[in-house]
């Protein structure tokens, strides 16, 4: 009964409770031009001559809509209150950023771009398109799938906001039309598309996949490819599917993967001795860095690495290897660094990764604009006991990715 009492009071209470704690409403406090003072303006000033007169660039930021506008879709389960783990997820994806039921779909394209252009320094996102599930037969698995962001929606976005956003395209490789369509985006100087193999149903060592590798490697586009445990879209039983260890079968066809959040989060099996107990996913995406670093077709993101589930694995793993520092690139996972719960900071500070006194300058920086706050954290944490930091070549923009 107690077991049930607490499934109703998280049905009812925690989309409510999300959408309190999430962000302001887009650019409070923080007008495009404002003046920082005190110690934000200091680390401002200093990230921004870290970037080298480069903008700032974000490989990892999603859209989403209902198809106010767009041919954008989410499924009907995530807002029906009879399936509640559906219903939760739903209503989180709403607390993060998703306009309201009434509003058209370009309302959280604007959102994102007015944040970014009220940014101190110039900053540049690439917007994800989201393909939905398709079965091992090539056809599409709407019932099965969460959400639907085409890719002319993204393209679309970076025609509205050319100085913020650029398109990044996600296409199922066994889409009929998988190659045409890789083709065409290309054209449109796409250079990113985007994979969630667990919420996809892709099989990254699927023999039918090598045509869209090498294509992929042909036209320069780098697939940014989710690793490590996923929790909020598509089917838990699938996690898989998203070990760091499979993006080898893509980098053995000819192309070049970015290794979405380093596989910041959970545990995977180690598929070079899998009689071994599971292991931190991250430390595989290491392993995967040591191994294939050198060949210039290999980066990883570090989006969602300070978050409040990954930090105490994910922080020291990655901060103490600055000798992998040059392959990573920054991402957000723009709507997640708006949703407070997920990024508190006073676990942060209490394990020794944030100085005394930054706690406070970040929070009030989360309140004016959460994506300034959530890259400034990224530039701040620390190993504890030591100064070693993310390297800024991390958050520098990249010729290669189209910046």
């Given amino acids: 009964m107690a077991a049930l009492g607490f499934l109703l009071l998280v049905w009812l209470g925690l989309p409510a409770c999300l959408e309190h704690l999430a962000a302001p409403s887009p650019l409070v406090g923080l007008q495009q031009g404002a003046e920082l003072d005190g110690l934000a303006a200091t680390w401002v000033q200093a990230f921004e001559d870290d970037l080298l007169g480069q903008p700032m660039i974000d490989v990892h930021a999603h859209l989403a809509g209902r198809g106010r506008g767009s041919k954008c879709w989410m499924n009907a389960r995530l807002t029906d209150p009879l399936h509640p783990v559906d219903f939760v997820r739903g209503r989180f994806f709403s607390a993060a950023g998703l306009p309201g039921k009434d509003a058209e779909d370009s309302a959280w394209v604007d959102h994102l771009a007015q944040l970014s252009a009220a940014m101190p320094f110039p900053a540049r996102h690439h917007v994800l398109a989201f393909d939905q599930r398709y079965d ?14 085409p890719n002319d929606w ?59 590798y090498a294509e992929a490697g042909r036209l320069g586009v780098w697939l940014l490819i989710h690793t490590g445990t996923e929790g909020a879209v598509g089917k838990i039983s699938q996690n898989h599917l998203n070990n760091p260890l499979l993006v080898r079968a893509a980098l053995d066809a000819g192309a070049q993967v ?37 060949e210039g077709r290999l980066l990883g993101d570090i989006s969602t690495i300070c978050n409040v589930n990954h930090f105490s694995v994910a922080l020291p793993a990655i901060l103490s290897r600055p000798d992998l520092h040059g392959m990573l690139v920054n991402g957000s996972d723009w709507p997640l660094p708006a949703v407070g719960p997920l990024i508190m900071l006073w676990p942060l500070e209490r394990a020794g990764f944030l100085d005394r006194g930054d706690r406070e300058v970040l929070q009030a920086l989360f309140e004016s604009n959460p994506l300034l706050f ?30």
């Fill in 374 to 403: 959530e890259v400034l954290l990224k530039s701040r944490v620390h190993l504890p006991g030591s100064q070693l930091r993310l390297d800024p070549v991390v958050f520098r923009a990249r010729p290669e990715l189209g910046l």
């Fill in 136 to 149: 091992r037969q090539g056809r599409p698995d709407r019932a099965g799938s969460d959400f639907f962001v």
């Fill in 258 to 294: 970015i290794v979405g959040h380093c596989a910041a989060g959970g545990l995977a099996r180690d598929l070079d001795d899998p009689a071994l107990p599971l292991v931190p996913a991250v430390e595989l995406c290491l392993r995967l860095f040591d191994e294939r670093g050198g």
């Fill in 154 to 212: 993204a393209l679309w976005a970076q025609e509205r906001h050319p100085e913020q956003l650029i398109a990044a395209a996600s296409i199922h490789p066994l889409r009929p039309d998988a190659l045409k369509e890789l083709q065409r985006v290309a054209a449109a100087g796409v250079r990113i598309v985007k994979w969630l193999p667990s919420a996809q149903g892709i099989e990254l060592r699927d023999k039918r996949l090598l045509p869209f």
